[in-house]
């Protein structure tokens, strides 16, 4: 099972990217997708996850209305459309999965991590 993130980059404030998070392995219909990050000096947060098989997205506070995460089955990607970013969005950003009935925080399945820089 692997889980492939790309997307990141340098962008202005305000501006947007879109994360993907490709999988291979297994079928990820009874599992939850996320995606965290971590910024420089900083430990990793929560970002945003969903149900693959019923959506259900969930936010943190400090990205609602900014960031959407999404899932394709046909691709077998994962997606953060991220969008009026601020400095403080600057972090590696890495996606992970858990199966449904796990702990809420035991996200045993993780990617590298993709670097997004916001500077103004």
């Known amino acids: 099972v692997q889980l492939q993130a790309s997307g990141g980059g340098s962008v202005q404030t305000g501006g947007s990217l879109r994360l993907s998070c490709a999988f291979s392995g297994r079928a990820f219909v009874n599992y939850v997708m996320a995606w965290f990050r971590q910024a420089p000096g900083k430990e990793r947060e929560f970002v945003a996850n969903?149900?693959?098989?019923?959506?259900?997205?969930f936010y943190a506070d400090s990205v609602k209305g900014r960031f959407t995460i999404s899932r394709d089955d046909a691709k077998k990607a994962l997606y953060l459309q991220m969008r009026d970013l601020e400095s403080e969005d600057t972090a590696v950003y890495y996606c992970?999965?858990?199966?449904?009935?796990?702990?809420?925080?035991?996200?045993?399945?993780w990617g590298q991590g993709t670097l997004v820089t916001v500077s103004s």
């Open positions: 969903i149900y693959w098989s019923r959506g259900n997205p």
């Open positions: 992970a999965a858990r199966h449904r009935a796990a702990d809420s925080t035991n996200y045993n399945i």
